[in-house]
């Protein structure tokens, strides 16, 4: 996380008073220090031994949430097997696989149908 910001300094000069949310492995003092000093709070759970952290009641349905999503990405939309040659590639075939989902759910939604996430109807 710092080499991105390292890497990327207007990450953080952009968007002041960011937040930031890790897993239990993004910890430590010069870590954290080195996040509060770049102005970037960081949310992540309590390891062994630690005292609760602010935000600690956010994590288990933030983690399902995340979950369900990149599940939908990796299976429904089969983005392991994107074909992308160059990172413009993949971000290609990303971005048309989850417009093709937004205009399913759309469709979906619009049409009644019950299951509002699928695209087994169009898979021909």
């Given at each position: 996380m710092?080499g991105?910001?390292?890497?990327?300094?207007?990450l953080?000069?952009?968007?002041p008073?960011?937040?930031?949310i890790?897993?239990?492995?993004y910890?430590?003092?010069?870590?954290?220090?080195?996040?509060?000093?770049?102005?970037?709070?960081?949310?992540?759970?309590?390891?062994?031994?630690?005292?609760?952290r602010?935000?600690?009641?956010?994590f288990k349905p933030l983690r399902?949430?995340?979950?369900?999503?990149n599940?939908?990405l990796?299976?429904?939309?089969?983005?392991?097997r994107?074909?992308?040659?160059?990172?413009?590639?993949?971000?290609v075939?990303?971005?048309?696989?989850?417009?093709a989902?937004?205009a399913a759910?759309?469709h979906?939604d619009?049409?009644?149908?019950?299951v509002?996430?699928?695209?087994t109807?169009?898979?021909?």
């Amino acid at each position: 996380m710092l080499g991105i910001l390292r890497a990327d300094p207007a990450l953080v000069a952009d968007r002041p008073g960011q937040t930031m949310i890790g897993d239990k492995n993004y910890f430590g003092a010069g870590f954290e220090t080195e996040l509060a000093d770049a102005g970037v709070r960081l949310l992540r759970p309590a390891r062994k031994g630690e005292a609760e952290r602010v935000g600690s009641g956010l994590f288990k349905p933030l983690r399902q949430t995340i979950e369900s999503i990149n599940q939908t990405l990796k299976a429904q939309l089969d983005l392991e097997r994107h074909s992308g040659r160059t990172a413009a590639g993949v971000t290609v075939r990303v971005l048309q696989r989850l417009l093709a989902l937004t205009a399913a759910i759309w469709h979906n939604d619009k049409t009644g149908a019950p299951v509002r996430r699928s695209l087994t109807a169009y898979d021909h």
